[in-house]
């Protein structure tokens, strides 16, 4: 059961810091609330997964 789980994080790891600095560098560009949201969200998500929280 827990192996397609892992599966999961170890792609979501690895698609989401791409992610992060991509919406990283938009936001320093042109920040609006949306995207400081969108960054904060992600950063939390991918703190969560390499914590063992998510």
């Not at 810091?17 to 904060?40: G, H, N, S, W, Y």
Request: include cysteine; glycine fraction near 2%; hydrophobic fraction near 65%.
């Amino acid at each position: 059961m827990w192996r397609w789980w892992l599966k999961i994080r170890y792609t979501a790891k690895a698609v989401l810091f791409p992610l992060i600095c991509i919406q990283f560098f938009r936001t320093l560009i042109l920040p609006t609330p949306i995207d400081v949201f969108i960054c904060f969200a992600l950063v939390l998500v991918y703190i969560g997964i390499l914590l063992d929280v998510i």
